[in-house]
């Protein structure tokens, strides 16, 4: 693989696309902090063209797509600057050796497992619902393998709601949201699968992406990413 380039001598530091929050910036990649209700990728048409790696593009012209966030998440999400570290990231999904985390809040008092360990597992499968896209079903037929872990962070009794860490061990579309929504415990404002009450329940759907650890494409440092959500 070929070295990466120095950083550029940024005396204020790295220029900020409109509208994002960087978070690191080197000669090989890019995190930001996504708000939610912007896309990660374009999209089709002329109006979902706006979108952050586009936005990243301008100011970093090198920056390649690694990985995504739905639209209506928030959260951090990384970019790769050129080939060589677009690979070796894509290469490190595929490997599951980037781990995330989220934190979303769901109706109803979701309780766990009463066990040693503090996480529990949804092991569901999944398959994109081709009549209703962009939504995904539960189908134990045809569903691919889909895990996710999650843990009781806190519950409000007064709203009626749970607080989840989320880890998912697979990346399906739609996956966290669907994996809840199988519990019986749906996101609140999610607007594609939560019943009316939960969707109301929220200004937003309350999924972010809290953290993100991988290893440096060129040096292998491993790398913690952290963001509070914003809810």
Same mark, same amino acid.
């Given at each position: ?19 994002? $929050?960087? @978070? ?6 890019? %995190?930001?902090d996504? +708000?939610?209700? /912007?896309?990660?990728? #374009? ?31 928030s ?16 290469l ?11 934190? $979303?809040? @769901? ?6 497992? %009463?066990?040693?360990? +503090?996480?529990? /597992?949804?092991?569901? #499968? ?8 962009p ?6 037929a ?18 009626g ?35 009316a ?35």
């Open positions: 693989m070929a070295a990466a380039r120095e950083p550029a001598p940024w005396s204020l530091g790295p220029p900020v696309p409109p509208g994002l $929050a960087l @978070v690191h910036a080197d000669a090989a990649l890019l %995190v930001f996504k +708000p939610a209700g /912007l896309l990660a990728v #374009p999209g089709r048409g002329e109006d979902k063209q706006d979108c952050l790696a586009a936005r990243a593009q301008a100011e970093f012209p090198d920056a390649r797509v690694v990985h995504r966030l739905d639209m209506a998440t959260g951090l999400i990384v970019l790769a600057r050129g080939a060589p570290a677009q690979r070796a990231l894509n490190a999904f595929e490997k599951r050796q980037v781990h995330k985390q989220y934190e $979303a809040v @769901v109706a109803g008092r979701l309780e766990p497992a %009463v066990t040693d360990d +503090p996480w529990n /597992l949804i092991d569901l #499968p999944l398959i994109v619902d081709w009549p209703n896209r939504r995904s079903i539960v189908d134990h045809i569903g691919k393998p889909s895990r996710t872990r999650w843990r009781v962070l806190g519950h409000d009794p007064q709203a709601t749970t607080r989840v860490l989320l880890e998912p061990v697979t990346g399906r579309s739609h996956q966290l949201r669907v994996h809840l929504l199988a519990l019986g415990h749906p996101i609140l404002g999610d607007p594609l699968y939560a019943p009450a939960a969707r109301v329940a929220a200004p937003r759907l309350l999924l972010h992406a809290r953290r993100l650890a991988l290893f440096h494409p060129v040096t292998g440092e491993p790398l913690v990413f952290d963001s509070p959500p914003p809810f």
